[in-house]
């Protein structure tokens, strides 16, 4: 007996409703980001490995996605790894190509492989699926779609003043009132580093500290420790466990902090402007705060860093992210382009919608009338008369069998078709069509300009 059909752990199959709902959190992105200027691109799902190795750290390299090569891939493969079971050496010889795990850096190589094509300050958006060796949990998948916009070519802070709007704007227009976007600056963090004597553990310091919403205090200074870090340098750190108040008083703290370190008063800098234009200008339904704690262990951000989370009664973790890179395309040879960027969680965004019931009724995309079929003379009057309802725009379909009536209203009312249109002899005399109402019953005799001005309706 045949073993039943699975899929990896960490995939979904999405069915016509759930599609339907992705295309109208997806729409409402697009809308938004071509609002703001942005324009699409799209690459491939897979990259030469050495475009992805590297660039987020060494625990986002150990969840990248190999691609074995092609044909015997043992043939090349390094023989003296492979005997002492060395894996990252032997991988290097056996893949030589790898599934993307964001749409950042390949985005980076794009600008790279472009920059002669292209037009500075560049604004593009970017949704496409991006897949992570992770372990799969509620919110957490092995495959998903990233939403992404990023602005390169440009060291305005205006951009990071745009990107927290745009933020404001797609969260606002999907209802999801509550939503905070915090900040905070990669600057910041090395000035806390410096100042407490860690400047050469800034890396395990800013990973360590990114995990505090997952591992609780304990769990960080743990690490901290575990990393290098010196108890002395704990206790100079502690205040950040425990930061609270406005945003003018958070930088005010850190000022405070910081004062003998230039790098780290230069984010503060950055960090004050962004945050009092944004909200000078105005949010909608978002909310701006301050998380010293915000890190986002990633290599690449050299300014100011996003996360946002969504509203207090959804247990879920951040919903989108970004931040600003300094130099990312420099590790493709084109030095000193400056980019800023932001992703929104498809999936999460979804599941969290989908928990607080804020997908609108009409979103599901199906037909708005079934035309019953009686046999072949009538199925050939309803259908000349569904090509010119198409034509029109509407969405409309024939039951393909002559089947028992009663099956055909079934199928009708399982798929949500409010409408289905009966066609007899007497109908076909007259030239009419018999519109009902699947739901209450009712019935009218009408005209094809009639039935498409009431299905239009």
């Not at 590297?54 to 090569?69: A, Q, V």
């Not at 259908?383 to 009536?405: C, F, H, T, W």
């Amino acid at each position: 007996m045949a073993s039943k059909p699975s899929i990896p752990k960490g995939t979904r199959d999405f069915s016509p409703e759930e599609v339907a709902k992705r295309h109208y959190i997806i729409q409402i992105m697009k809308t938004n980001f071509e609002k703001y200027g942005f324009q699409p691109i799209e690459t491939p799902s897979f990259e030469n490995s050495e475009t992805l190795m590297g660039k987020y750290g060494e625990e986002g390299d150990r969840l990248i996605f190999k691609i074995l090569n092609s044909g015997d891939y043992l043939a090349n493969a390094n023989e003296m790894a492979l005997q002492n079971k060395e894996s990252n050496k032997l991988t290097s010889s056996i893949s030589e190509k790898a599934l993307r795990y964001d749409l950042t850096v390949p985005f980076a190589r794009y600008v790279v492989q472009h920059q002669n094509e292209i037009e500075f300050p560049f604004k593009r958006y970017q949704i496409q699926p991006v897949w992570r060796a992770d372990r799969p949990q509620k919110g957490r998948f092995r495959e998903f779609f990233q939403c992404d916009a990023d602005v390169v070519g440009s060291k305005s802070l205006w951009q990071e003043v745009e990107l927290v709007q745009l933020y404001d704007a797609v969260f606002a227009e999907l209802g999801l009132k509550g939503v905070v976007i915090k900040i905070n600056n990669r600057k910041i963090l090395s000035g806390i580093a410096e100042v407490i004597g860690a400047s050469d553990k800034l890396i395990d310091f800013t990973v360590a500290l990114d995990k505090l919403d997952k591992i609780g205090e304990d769990g960080v200074k743990k690490e901290m420790l575990e990393k290098g870090i010196s108890p002395e340098a704990l206790k100079k750190v502690q205040p950040l466990f425990n930061f609270t108040g406005t945003i003018t008083e958070k930088i005010e703290k850190l000022s405070q902090l910081l004062a003998t370190s230039a790098e780290g008063m230069k984010g503060i800098s950055e960090l004050q402007f962004i945050c009092e234009n944004a909200l000078n200008i105005g949010l909608n339904t978002a909310v701006l705060d301050l998380d010293v704690t915000l890190a986002r262990g990633l290599n690449y951000y050299t300014g100011a860093i996003f996360e946002v989370a969504p509203p207090q009664s959804v247990a879920m973790g951040s919903i989108g992210g970004g931040g600003r890179y300094d130099d990312l395309t420099g590790i493709f040879g084109l030095k000193d382009m400056s980019g800023v960027g932001i992703s929104f969680g498809l999936d999460r965004i979804y599941l969290v919608l989908d928990e607080l019931n804020l997908f609108p009724e009409t979103v599901a995309s199906t037909s708005k009338a079934l035309f019953i079929n009686y046999g072949e003379k009538e199925a050939f009057y309803c259908m000349k008369a569904i090509q010119k309802l198409r034509n029109s725009g509407l969405i409309v379909e024939m039951y393909p069998d002559a089947v028992k009536v009663g099956k055909q209203f079934q199928y009708a009312d399982k798929r949500g078709i409010p409408f289905a249109v009966i066609v007899g002899e007497t109908e076909m005399n007259e030239g009419k069509f018999a519109l009902k109402n699947v739901a209450s019953g009712e019935q009218f005799l009408l005209d094809l300009e009639a039935l498409q001005k009431h299905l239009g309706n």
